[in-house]
């Protein structure tokens, strides 16, 4: 299944996310049949792609491959083809970048979402990162790579520029205000992640906001060309950026 056509909206769901409970809302999809209704739920009201987290019996955030493996075989036994299934890698601080990539090795995703300051947290651990994220692409895995400032973003340039990572099968997420104080973006912020180098890229890339100033961050990126993911619900707007 090709998400990314040209001149197409494609619209991504995360039904639970990491860290919200039913305390949140009674309703947030916990056990693997209740995130099996919600993707084909979001997929019959016009999702093109889900955003998968799996859950433990405490409803705890996992990367377990025994709670990720058969929630992710039983979705696409139901879904087959018909929405694209993305992986999460998020560690939540419970999960070190070898238990991350051990996940996507045993499972095999289609998708994978990889937050490159999480999997790469210092030089010591490029080596084995490049090894990875280049046989994730050998593997036809489409990866999301995640970055939340503009020091990810000259990270990834650079790593992209060395052959640190494989400079296909990928695009980017650039991340809002996850890290400010209250977790609130505003339209500025985009001023100190974009740049001339970013515009040049061959690769598709969205903006992720959170706070009240969601929409205002999605006017501001909409009008730049981006894509844009909106809090759980992700809006991307397939537009090559020139």
């Known amino acids: 299944m090709s998400l990314f056509q040209p001149s197409q909206t494609a619209i ?18 916990i056990v693997q049949q209740s995130i099996i209704d919600e993707v084909i739920a979001c997929r019959d009201a016009g999702a093109a792609m889900v955003h998968l987290h799996a859950r433990k019996r405490n409803s705890q955030h996992s990367l377990e491959i025994e709670d990720n493996l058969p929630l992710y075989e039983a979705l696409k036994d139901k879904v087959e083809d018909s929405i694209l299934v993305q992986l999460t890698t998020e560690a939540v601080g419970q999960y070190s970048p070898a238990q991350q990539q051990a996940l996507i090795r045993a499972v095999k995703p289609e998708a994978a979402s990889f937050a490159l300051r999480e999997l790469i947290p210092d030089e010591n651990d490029t080596a084995s990162a490049s090894r990875f994220f280049h046989w994730v ?53 985009l001023i100190t992640i974009l740049g001339s180098q970013l515009f040049e890229l061959d690769h598709r890339w969205a903006v992720c906001a959170f706070g009240q100033f969601e929409h205002k961050c999605l006017t501001a990126a909409m009008l730049m060309g981006l894509m844009f993911v909106l809090g759980l619900k992700i809006i991307i707007m397939t537009i090559k950026v020139l």
């Open 12 to 29: 991504i769901v995360a039904p639970n996310g990491a860290r919200k409970t039913r305390e949140d809302h009674p309703n947030i999809p």
């Open 137 to 189: 692409a050998e593997q036809g895995i489409l990866s999301q790579y995640i970055l939340y400032d503009n020091h990810d973003l000259q990270r990834y340039l650079q790593w992209l520029s060395q052959g640190v990572l494989p400079n296909y099968h990928h695009h980017l997420l650039l991340v809002l205000g996850r890290y400010s104080d209250g977790q609130v973006a505003y339209p500025s912020d």
